[in-house]
């Protein structure tokens, strides 16, 4: 499961936008392309969770702001962290707000629309308001607004545009079931998949991960992730504390030490650090979710005794 930490600092960060980014209840109402289809909306359980990577968040939809209620969640994550489709569907992008900044509509398959506000808008890791909203630093490179894009596909990266200039990066995330009013995105974040990452459909990945031992049998390892980099690519997540179930087969190496001798997996101990290399596997939804045992271990590396 994807790290969710709601540390004092972070709710601090909560107040503080809680006075200076009120955006949601002043954005334009989404609107819902026609269909003759009954549409109900999404089971709480059926999105994706529309960051990759660590993130903070509380129940603060309804809270007041300067604009009126709160109507979305703020999502606190590293700047530039991933922006995911929530489920399938047709992406708008919106630049015109002063108080959203950078943004993108998301009319998805069931009718629901979703917001991405606050969207990146700098070309470095400070705050320097110099990218604009635009592909490459908002929006992934090769996506066009109108384009149709799959659950879990990347649509922007998480900023701090708009009225949360200066403010610790965030996604507000908003939930408009029939492209009407905004309901309470919060159970459906609790309840969403969470994608251990990200790469397009019809490729072969390798995970480099390192973390800690949970346990270990000759035939798996569960393994609590501190950092995972996704190969090919630059896909790099930290901080992550998320637990995987590794298979492991009779074929893959078990070292001590990163020149040491091999040994047995079942020697491994509860609480010491591994880095582990993944066999090359073709993407698959149970893949990208990490869904234990169908990610098998090529080679594993544990400390020196």
């Not at 489709?85 to 047709?90: L, N, S, T, V």
Request: glycine content about 12%.
């Amino acid at each position: 499961m994807v790290s969710i930490r709601t540390t004092a600092r972070a709710l601090l960060v909560l107040a503080l936008l809680g006075f200076a980014a009120g955006t949601a209840a002043a954005l334009p109402p989404p609107e819902l392309p026609g269909s003759s289809k009954a549409r109900h909306g999404p089971t709480r359980d059926q999105i994706v969770f529309p960051v990759l990577g660590t993130v903070t968040f509380t129940d603060d939809f309804g809270a007041p702001r300067p604009q009126g209620p709160h109507q979305g969640i703020d999502i606190l994550a590293p700047k530039r962290a991933l922006a995911l489709a929530a489920e399938p569907g047709r992406v708008r992008f919106f630049t015109g707000s002063g108080r959203a900044g950078c943004m993108l509509y998301l009319d998805g398959a069931s009718g629901t629309t979703y917001l991405y506000v606050h969207l990146n808008n700098d070309l470095t890791q400070g705050n320097d308001n110099r990218g604009g909203c635009r592909n490459g630093v908002t929006f992934p490179r090769g996506l066009r607004t109108g384009a149709r894009v799959q659950a879990g596909q990347p649509v922007g990266f998480v900023g701090d545009s708009g009225d949360a200039d200066g403010l610790h990066p965030h996604l507000h995330f908003e939930v408009h079931p029939h492209g009407g009013r905004a309901r309470n995105p919060y159970p459906y974040l609790i309840a969403a998949r969470r994608l251990l990452f990200y790469m397009p459909a019809g490729t072969t990945f390798t995970l480099a991960l390192s973390g800690i031992v949970v346990s270990a049998t000759d035939a798996s390892l569960r393994v609590r992730i501190g950092t995972l980099r996704a190969l090919p690519g630059s896909l790099t997540l930290r901080n992550l504390g998320r637990p995987l179930t590794l298979a492991v087969p009779s074929y893959a190496t078990v070292e001590r030490g990163e020149h040491g001798s091999s040994t047995h997996l079942a020697t491994a101990k509860r609480g010491e650090r591994v880095i582990v290399w993944t066999e090359p596997a073709d993407v698959t939804a149970d893949a990208e979710a990490g869904k234990d045992g169908i990610i098998s271990a090529a080679r594993i590396v544990l400390p020196a005794t």
